[in-house]
């Protein structure tokens, strides 16, 4: 019964040292879109679904790669790739 309470312990003292490092190092950037702030990954994200989307459904209309398109693989890495890769050119201070 006495570990228990020695790991609830740690975990709260591992959530609190969290919380203030994260307040010590500042605020999250983010990106004014119409008035809303969000945070760059965000918009990467769905950008990338946008992108990845249009190109398997570019695919899917050609006969020779209509199985390439139908693809589930191709598609969550394809979202990762052009979403990382919008990240890397618009949002990143490289």
Not at 60 to 71: E, K, V
Request: hydrophobic share 55%; net charge positive; proline share 3%.
């Amino acid at each position: 019964m006495r570990a228990a309470a020695g790991l609830v312990g740690a975990r709260s003292l591992r959530t609190t040292l969290s919380v203030l490092v994260s307040a010590a190092l500042g605020c999250a950037p983010t990106v004014n879109v119409l008035g809303v702030y969000f945070p760059p990954w965000l918009l990467s994200a769905v950008a990338g679904l946008v992108v990845a989307y249009a190109t398997l459904w570019w695919l899917g209309r050609r006969t020779s790669t209509r199985s390439l398109a139908q693809s589930g693989l191709l598609f969550c890495s394809l979202t990762v790739v052009v979403g990382l890769l919008i990240w890397w050119g618009l949002f990143s201070s490289f």
